[in-house]
Nanobody, 122 residues
Framework: QVQLVESGGGLVQAGDSLGLSCTAS????????MGWFRQAPGKEREFVAL????????YYADSVKGRFTISKDNAKNTVYLQMNSLKPEDAAIYYC???????????????WGQGTQVTVSS
């Protein structure tokens, strides 16, 4: 089993920055990819960004490219999501997820965190 714990959500104004973190524990050696997803009220969960533990390859949703940066600290088993130039449409519950393949499809992720709320006021 793998446990994921997110932190860092909060309330910010449009244009502000916010950082999220996700720390993994347990049988993490079986995992290759960490992803961030988000879900706004009344909407489906959508992919935000991913990063691989080994090579550090990254991939972003078009809606956040150039504004969000995903990074990792292997020693701490922690993945970060730095969000800049936040927009009201970025408001959602943000989830980190762990999986074995480098894909943006949420169904390919095996473990999920509890989520952290990001609210962006206009």
């Amino acid at each position: 089993q793998v446990q994921l714990v997110e932190s860092g959500g909060g309330l910010v104004q449009a244009g502000d920055s916010l950082g999220l973190s996700c720390t993994a524990s347990g049988r993490t050696f079986s995992l290759n990819t960490m992803g961030w997803f988000r879900q706004a009220p009344g909407k489906e969960r959508e992919f935000v960004a991913l990063i691989t533990w080994s090579g550090g390859g990254t991939y972003y949703a078009d809606s956040v490219k150039g504004r969000f940066t995903i990074s990792k600290d292997n020693a701490k088993n922690t993945v970060y999501l730095q969000m800049n130039s936040l927009k009201p449409e970025d408001a959602a519950i943000y989830y980190c997820a762990a999986g074995r393949v480098m894909m943006s499809d949420s169904s390919r992720y095996d473990y999920w965190g509890q989520g952290t709320q990001v609210t962006v006021s206009s």
